[in-house]
């Protein structure tokens, strides 16, 4: 039962290397992400619905965009 996971680990903008990974039809298991202030957008957060297969964890310290970016993650079957 020795598992190796495979780990990419990379900085982007958020909100736009979601929309490519989208685009491009990608999966993850785990998301770990800490956009900035403003948040995702409403087109970054509907491309972490569609990416996000796992667990994922969101750093926010605005309430407002968390809000808004959640809405698509719930809209989808995730859970917070």
């Known amino acids: 039962a020795n598992k190796q ?3 990419e680990v ?3 903008d958020a909100g736009r290397a979601l929309m490519r990974h989208a685009a491009e039809g990608r999966g993850f298991d785990r998301v ?3 956009p900035p202030r403003t948040g995702l957008g409403l087109q ?3 491309a972490l619905a ?3 297969r796992g667990r994922t ?3 926010a310290c605005d309430p407002a ?3 808004r970016d959640l809405e698509p993650m719930l809209a989808a079957g995730h859970r917070v």
């Open 10 to 12: 990379r900085r982007f």
């Open 44 to 46: 970054g957060a509907r």
């Open 32 to 34: 770990v992400l800490d």
């Open 65 to 67: 965009p968390l809000a």
């Open 50 to 52: 569609q990416v996000a």
């Open 5 to 7: 996971a495979k780990i």
């Open 57 to 59: 964890v969101f750093a």
